[in-house]
């Protein structure tokens, strides 16, 4: 995380701040990508990376938390099949918000719909649009809502604006769909009706953390 204890971030700077981490996290897989099978892969990538001693510091930094993001993606995935095989059961991620658990049970009804379409349909670029982003703004939720011990409301924010774009790029998508007669009118308004609920729980969020922020800092 940014050192910035001498201000307060807004939602603002933690906007460029992610924006820069994106950027790194998308040039590292790309490069971790190109030079996969290279010898020298490890000492390659250091370098393209600006790092300056490879295997210490930043670069065993970043390591970390590229499996670290993996094993949550991982995390995720085993909770939604879990929830799906054990109804009636004690949810072990009950703790979680619920605006996140309705985004991850949306994730999952998603493969039901698409389940018995034809593959044209299933491998559509706007049908893996859909799913991905769904799953995109599930992540983006989770790192928003789930932690108490976050005091950081514009990092709140800021994760929030990438979930309500990834909702809206859903939402996008789904209409594709139904221009194209890929998906009858039931499935559309069956995941459209669900994106909008997502959506209007995270522009109330969004909303709550605002007015929190502008009471703590006046600003």
Sequence with gaps: MADHADKVWDEYDWERFLQQQEQRTEKYMELLEKYLDHPQRDEIIAQEMGWSQFGHGEARDWEE?????FEQEMSDIEQIAGDDDA??????????HPLYRETLAFALELDDIFFDMPSNV?????????QNQTSLAA????????????????????YLKRALHAINTSL????????GNLIGAAE????????????????????????????RHGR
């Design 122 to 130: 299933q491998e559509h670029p706007a049908t893996v649009t859909l």
């Design 65 to 69: 938390e590229m499996e670290a993001k």
């Design 139 to 158: 992540t983006k939720l989770a790192a928003a809502l789930n932690d108490d011990d976050i005091d950081e409301l514009g990092m709140r924010i800021a």
């Design 172 to 179: 996008d998508a789904v209409s594709h769909l139904r221009e």
């Design 188 to 215: 559309h308004e069956r995941v459209r009706g669900s994106l909008f609920s997502i959506r209007d729980g995270v522009v109330s969020a969004m909303g709550e953390y605002r007015a929190e922020f502008r009471k």
């Design 87 to 96: 109804e009636g059961e004690e949810d072990a991620d009950g703790d979680a």
